[in-house]
């Protein structure tokens, strides 16, 4: 920019020809320069952390909190509601380290309505410079101290024998205790940070005079995160499991295959960062294996109420101080259950025997009753296990031999090879 002591010192005309070339020019070079003025130039960051406390959200809170730069940032808030935290004392440990020790005001928003803030999430809310809670919220159900007290002070600076160890506070109490301080929306808790509004361009009221920037995980760190939450962690595997054993019964691998091995894969992900017992996994595998073995008879028998007494043992008991909705509970045992008693076997079969299903010189085979038919049960023809029933009143016992007498869809009509029914085709007249 030219100083006012040059301009005076330049002739009349260069005056008049600098205003006649910059005339079109001069509207929107005030406007841009106007409008850089106002270009706020510090920033708060906004963390979102979103369910249990995982590795992927504490990667990510430490990395907000590693990467402030004091003259670019004014504050940092975390937005909470999580209901726990599934990694060690320790690393939560080092987190409050960071946050004590952060360049600029840390603050921690519990909100919106119906979000929570428990456990060593709480813990660690209670040693920030600034609560805030939305009506609808609640904080604390603090437990056993992950942050050791004579290291970092108790939590909102409450005694150890304090009722929220084991109980929470809403929107009210926490006002009236001095805990929190009111934020309905996540707008009012930014105007109760120092620096983030000034006055505004007509000197009438305030404005906003920084930028908010919001931090979220990654796409992949987002699929990891979600994985690593209970329920869909119990749900990811069943179904990748299933779709295993479905795979096993058909030729080459499908896509079903494809969707069950990466179902599996991160449900597995997911037990390994939650608390599980090895137990209860190692029911459910037999579960697997048990359901596996009756699908290949094509009815349920003896290993399928076994794989379902393991089913609801190791689902119940799966994890170790955390839990999953009744819900979630129910959709994975009543799913689990029908898929593969019932609709599994008659998928694997049509795929199977879709060829021969109709087939007119079925009729007048012979077979091998696997169990007692009366009036239903299964047998063998061709190696083959096949859903049949009599074509009689007197039931086939288990090994008698049989002779197709009809196809009706999935199911043979048998009966005793001595004495049964003829097909029409082998009663023409003899010579």
């Known amino acids: 920019m030219i100083c006012p002591a040059r301009r005076r010192t330049r002739p009349l005309a260069g005056l008049v ?24 130039s510090t920033v708060i960051d906004v963390v979102e952390v979103n369910g249990l406390l995982d590795p992927v959200l504490l990667e990510v809170m ?54 929570r803030a428990l456990g060593p999430v709480a813990q660690l809310a209670g040693l920030a410079d600034d609560v805030g809670i939305a009506p609808g919220a609640r904080f604390g159900d603090l437990g056993e101290p992950v942050v050791p007290a004579e290291r970092f002070g108790r939590p ?3 005694p150890s024998d304090t009722d929220l160890v084991d109980d929470t506070v809403g929107y009210d109490e926490a006002i009236e205790r001095g805990l929190a301080r009111s934020s309905p929306v996540l707008l009012e808790h930014l105007r109760g940070i120092s620096g983030f509004e000034g006055a505004a361009a ?27 939450s209970p329920p869909v962690a119990y749900l990811l595997l069943l179904v990748g499991a299933g779709l295993l054993v479905f795979e096993l019964y058909t030729a080459g691998v499908g896509i079903a295959g494809v969707i069950g091995a990466g179902s599996f894969l991160l449900g597995c992900y997911g037990l390994a960062v939650l608390p599980t017992r090895w137990w209860a996994i190692a029911l459910l595998m037999v579960a697997m294996f048990g359901y596996a ?46 898929a593969m008693a019932a609709g599994m076997p008659a998928m694997v079969r049509t795929r199977f025997s879709t060829p021969t299903i109709g087939r007119d010189w079925m009729v007048g085979e012979s077979g091998e009753a696997v169990d007692s038919v009366d009036p239903e049960g299964t047998v063998r023809v061709r190696e083959a296990v096949w859903k049949a029933r009599t074509n009689r ?39």
Not at 17 to 40: F, I, Q
């Open 393 to 431: 009143a007197t039931p086939i016992a288990a090994g008698t031999p049989i002779l197709v007498v009809a196809v009706e869809g999935l199911w043979l009509e048998v009966a005793p090879e001595e004495g049964g029914a003829r097909d029409y085709r082998s009663r023409a007249p003899k010579d």
């Open 293 to 338: 073995v009756d699908i290949q008879t094509g009815v349920p028998r003896a290993w399928t109420m076994i794989a379902t007494t393991c089913l609801v043992v190791g689902s119940v008991g799966l994890y170790d101080g955390v839990g999953m909705s009744w819900i979630t509970l129910g959709l994975g045992l009543l799913g689990t259950t029908v």
């Open 202 to 228: 007509d000197g009438e009221g305030t404005a906003p005079v920084v930028r908010t920037r919001f931090h979220k995980p990654g796409l992949i760190d987002q699929l990891f995160h979600t994985a690593a």
């Open 17 to 40: 020809l600098l205003a006649g070339v910059s005339l079109t020019t001069l509207a929107p070079a005030g406007a841009h320069a106007e409008h850089e003025s106002h270009e706020p």
């Open 62 to 115: 430490s990395d907000a909190l590693d990467g402030i730069d004091p003259a670019e940032t004014i504050a940092l808030i975390f937005q909470v509601d999580s209901r726990g935290s599934v990694v060690s004392d320790d690393e939560v440990a080092a987190l409050a380290d960071l946050i004590l020790d952060s360049p600029v005001p840390v603050s921690f928003w519990v909100g919106p309505s119906g979000s």
């Open 156 to 158: 909102f600076g409450l």
